[in-house]
């Protein structure tokens, strides 16, 4: 198998505080790891890529102060939302590479509402 | 920069009828295309995963085709189903990243 798994599901925090989301790979180890955002009604959009051990890599127009990403090990990455603003509330999905099989495939997570008020 | 467009929107079909979705990119330099489905306020369920040098793949009654050249893939659902009812999206590798299609949202009426 190849599951990913999030957490948490939903979230609801207050203007200006932080919120930290889990993306895990739980029976498998992915160097490479991405973060998709999702506005209602709205295809998903890549935030960054995440290679353990280094840096991630934003797109453009994604704040890489505000979001911040970490890569720590081969079967997590964080993502982080600092200082968050209604503006911020939106489905954030994480995905990762299983390497080997089918190249390039990537296994998703099952998200995670955030809720700013 | 490849942007991946699918049509219709929106579509509504009675139960037991075959239907196709279409998806469409501009950067034919793609190593792969994906199907998913996402129910409302969930995350993505993978059906079908095209290679660049295949034309097509089957999972039960789903089809998906991929004419590369032409930027052109199709989802075929064959004998449709109220389960089927769901928003497919289309995703396109290339570029070190995958770029995802505006997506159709598929009703299936009892």
């Known amino acids: 198998g190849a599951v990913v798994s999030q957490h948490p599901s939903r979230v609801i925090c207050k203007s200006g505080t932080s919120v930290k989301i889990e993306c895990r790979s739980l029976?498998?180890?992915?160097?490479?790891m991405f973060w998709y955002r999702q506005f209602p009604k709205q295809s998903l959009m890549l935030m960054a890529t995440s290679n353990e051990g280094s840096k991630a890599t934003y797109e453009q127009g994604v704040e890489k102060d505000k979001f911040l990403i970490n890569h720590a090990s081969l079967t997590l990455s964080t993502l982080t939302v600092t200082s968050a603003h209604p503006e911020d509330s939106s489905f954030y999905i994480c995905s990762a590479y299983k390497g080997g099989g089918n190249p390039y495939e990537q296994y998703f997570g099952p998200g995670t509402r955030l809720t700013v008020t | 920069k490849q942007e991946v467009t699918q049509i219709p929107a929106a579509l509504s079909v009675p139960e037991g009828e075959n239907l196709v979705l279409n998806c469409s990119f501009t950067d034919s330099a793609i190593y792969n295309l994906q199907w998913f489905r996402q129910d409302p306020g969930k995350g993505l369920t993978s059906l079908l995963l095209i290679q660049s040098s295949q034309r097509e793949q089957t999972s039960g009654r789903l089809n998906a085709s991929l004419d590369k050249s032409s930027g052109r893939s199709t989802l075929y659902i064959a004998a449709s189903q109220p389960g089927d009812s769901a928003t497919y999206l289309c995703a396109v590798f290339g570029n070190e990243k995958l770029t995802f299609g505006t997506g159709t949202r598929l009703t299936i009426i009892p």
């Open positions: 029976d498998f180890q992915a160097t490479t």
